[in-house]
């Protein structure tokens, strides 16, 4: 086993950082991987508590660990690549990248729209909307907290078939006739937090990306207002540019 050495320059953490990524990238942790505790970390390397939960705090931003709480920590597979230019499901982007799609329905509910949402869907403060709330999932790891907000007056219901993965975008296609086209998206970072943090397995305060989305149908109207929180260690946005 490799020694850090704690007569160097070098911060101890970014060494033991540097030794995790190495056996990372040669194979010798594999993608899925259960590493060392931090415990056992400070017993193989003499080192701090502190100094084990930066390096793997670091390793984690960088997208090459990630946490399940009560499990442990796990080689990443790498981070999941959304290309921002086209309108694709969840399902669709997780397929694309080899991962099977999961999710779980927290609430469907009708509301009353507030000032943001009844901004976003070009609707009336109070007038009805259809919330849809899901936890998603890629190889049965939780990276997203999805919040949608429908035109209730519009999509009154949604018929699931009793099943968690159904797809939103397939249903408003096939079972209402809605043709989803365009969309204005942005993203910027964010702290996940409370129960956000709960849900996606993830530290208080860990780095998150917040997505928010409005999609419109052939006709210019809008017809779903989803924000989605990512993990920011599991999640990366991509966009192609071309010169004029």
Do not use: W
Not at 80 to 92: D, G, K, P, R, Y
Not at 193 to 208: D, F, K, M, S
Request: hydrophobic fraction near 35%; charged fraction near 25%.
């Amino acid at each position: 086993m490799v020694a850090v050495d704690k007569e160097s320059r070098i911060p101890i953490y970014l060494q033991l950082k540097e030794l995790i990524k190495e056996r990372i990238l040669q194979g010798e942790y594999r993608p899925g991987q259960l590493i060392p505790s931090e415990r056992e970390l400070c017993m193989q390397y003499g080192i701090s508590r502190m100094t084990a939960r930066q390096a793997i705090g670091e390793l984690q931003n960088e997208g090459y660990l990630y946490k399940l709480q009560g499990k442990g920590t796990f080689v990443s597979s790498g981070k999941i690549e959304q290309n921002l230019a086209a309108l694709t499901s969840f399902s669709e982007d997780m397929k694309r990248t080899g991962r099977a799609p999961g999710s779980k329905i927290l609430a469907i509910e009708n509301l009353r729209a507030d000032s943001q949402t009844a901004g976003k869907l070009s609707l009336s403060i109070g007038a009805p909307v259809l919330r849809l709330c899901r936890l998603r999932y890629a190889d049965a790891k939780p990276i997203a907290f999805e919040d949608s907000c429908l035109d209730g007056a519009r999509i009154k219901r949604i018929d699931t078939g009793g099943s968690d993965n159904f797809s939103l975008y397939r249903y408003l296609r096939d079972e209402l006739h809605i043709e989803l086209c365009r969309a204005i998206e942005t993203i910027e970072t964010t702290l996940l937090c409370g129960r956000h943090a709960q849900l996606l397995q993830v530290p208080e305060n860990a780095q998150g990306l917040l997505m928010e989305r409005v999609t419109y149908d052939r006709q210019g109207v809008p017809v779903e207002y989803v924000r989605s929180f990512y993990r920011g260690d599991t999640y990366k946005f991509v966009i192609e540019l071309k010169s004029l």
